[in-house]
């Protein structure tokens, strides 16, 4: 196979198993934030965050280094995966032990710990199925990675709505969801075992500490965005908000959580592409990031235009009249997701011109913005400051990607957002001017209305064919 053909291969496998796991997880959500309720969904959020902080330790960049070396070097696989297994496994002790403590000074009430403990498992899991998932992309065994994903969600919903349905408490429903992840890690080792390398077990503290010395540059940016994202919960019960209002804004901020697979699929398929054009042909360079920016805008506007308009609609149908709280933070943090796909693609730009430090310096100053923001605007505003919070942080990344790559990017690039913006203007004004109609019904003809004047305005143009072609080929 060519090297076309193996990123073309790479890509669609990625986008399937990102695709059809995070539709699975949707539904899951949804389903679980109504049996809940919004004060069970709070306390179950509030796991999710709190463990998900210590999710750091499992990784710190190894995985990405494990990519990298084995793809280099598959000779060395067996020493890689048999050393850094034996390393994730001492981490997971390591873990569970720092979140139990952790959970236990804070002094929480006693099921609230007991819930943190057992979320402890399912984050455990979470991340040796990562650490899995990377041994089979570093063997560009994407299909692989791409069914056991899609496996492990499904495994995940048929117990733990299983567990609901039988009318068992949050703790049991959590612990099945552990017991999903490790079904699904087993069945990883197996098929590493049988097409990749049997893994064996080897302490080598030499190997550990070069190997997390290498990783911790990668990790960096890694370790700042996680906890820019999980801390707004973590810090909402810290200042003892209520676990309905946890669970209203946990509501809308899962919403946005989704939304992120689309920036993640388009800035992953293109990498690549950026990557190899930077290298041979910096002429076509501009043009490719340039058009890249202009359709990103196409993508995201109708997004959150719409989902601002019609937030009321949206979130009755997918949680319920339990949730109509949702509405006041949805129509707030939908605005951070303009910034979340463009920051996407500037962070991918900053490696792809060699300047990925930078990313470590605009993701810390965002995981200090959002600590800082949450701290003045959660005890005055709630969890409509955290929501707040959430835009603002995100906007500051972009400006500092903005900044970071000035010398290499035309900032006027962005004056090609301008026509689809108009275009998601007169689209909103139809949407409100019918907003009676139904919901789907009001989606179509905002989608007509917004495509016709993107076509009518002529944002296209005779280059974006060709540009087009390239990011369906491949430049290679």
């Avoid at 495994?155 to 969801?177: K, P």
């Avoid at 087993?186 to 080897?202: E, F, M, Q, S, T």
């Avoid at 054009?277 to 719409?306: C, H, T, W």
């Avoid at 505003?381 to 010398?407: A, D, E, K």
Wanted: hydrophobic share 55%.
């Amino acid at each position: 196979m060519n090297i076309t053909d193996r990123v073309k291969t790479n890509i669609i496998f990625k986008f399937i198993g990102e695709f059809v796991s995070r539709l699975i997880i949707i539904f899951f959500y949804i389903y679980v934030a109504r049996k809940l309720g919004d004060a069970g969904f709070g306390k179950y959020s509030f796991a999710i965050s709190f463990c998900g902080l210590f999710m750091v330790f499992m990784d710190m960049g190894i995985n990405t280094l494990l990519i990298r070396e084995i793809a280099k070097e598959k000779n060395r696989t067996y020493e890689y995966v048999s050393n850094i297994t034996t390393l994730k496994i001492i981490l997971s002790v390591f873990v569970f032990i720092l979140i139990s403590l952790t959970i236990s000074i804070l002094k929480y009430p006693s099921d609230t710990r007991k819930l943190v403990m057992i979320m402890a498992f399912v984050t455990i899991g979470v991340a040796f199925l990562e650490y899995l998932c990377a041994v089979f992309s570093s063997w560009e065994k994407m299909d692989y990675e791409a069914w056991i994903k899609i496996f492990n969600k499904i495994i995940v919903t048929i117990l733990g709505i299983s567990i609901l349905l039988l009318g068992y408490g949050l703790n049991i429903f959590i612990a099945s969801i552990a017991v999903g992840y490790f079904i699904t890690i087993i069945l990883g080792i197996y098929l590493i075992n049988r097409n990749i390398i049997r893994i064996g077990l080897k302490y080598d503290l030499l190997f550990w500490i070069k190997a997390v010395r290498d990783a911790l540059p990668l990790g960096l940016s890694m370790v700042f965005i996680l906890i820019a994202q999980k801390i707004d919960i973590v810090l909402l019960s810290f200042f003892n908000t209520p676990e309905s209002k946890i669970g209203w804004y946990s509501a809308g901020i899962k919403i946005i959580e989704v939304l992120h697979s689309i920036p993640f699929i388009i800035s992953g398929a293109i990498f690549p592409v950026l990557c190899d054009i930077y290298a041979n042909r910096q002429d076509s360079f501009k043009i490719m990031y340039e058009r890249l920016i202009k359709y990103i805008s196409i993508i995201v506007v109708p997004i959150v235009f719409g989902i601002f308009i019609l937030a009321d609609k949206i979130v009755v149908l997918v949680y319920g009249r339990g949730y109509i709280n949702t509405i006041y933070s949805l129509r707030i943090t939908i605005w951070s997701v303009m910034f979340i796909f463009f920051n996407f693609i500037l962070t991918n730009l900053l490696v792809t011109v060699n300047k990925q430090k930078y990313n470590a310096i605009s993701t810390f100053v965002c995981m200090l913005s959002s600590i800082i923001f949450n701290i003045i605007l959660i005890p005055k505003y709630g969890y409509i400051g955290t929501s707040i919070c959430v835009l603002t942080t995100q906007l500051i990344l972009f400006l500092f990607n903005l900044i970071f790559l000035s010398s290499d990017m035309d900032l006027k690039t962005f004056s090609s957002s301008m026509k689809p913006l108009i275009a998601g203007i007169l689209m909103s004004v139809i949407i409100v001017l019918f907003n009676s109609l139904n919901l789907f019904i009001l989606i179509i003809i905002g989608a007509i209305v917004y495509f016709l004047v993107i076509w009518l305005i002529r944002t296209f143009d005779d280059i974006d064919l060709v540009v087009i072609r390239k990011m369906i080929k491949g430049v290679i």
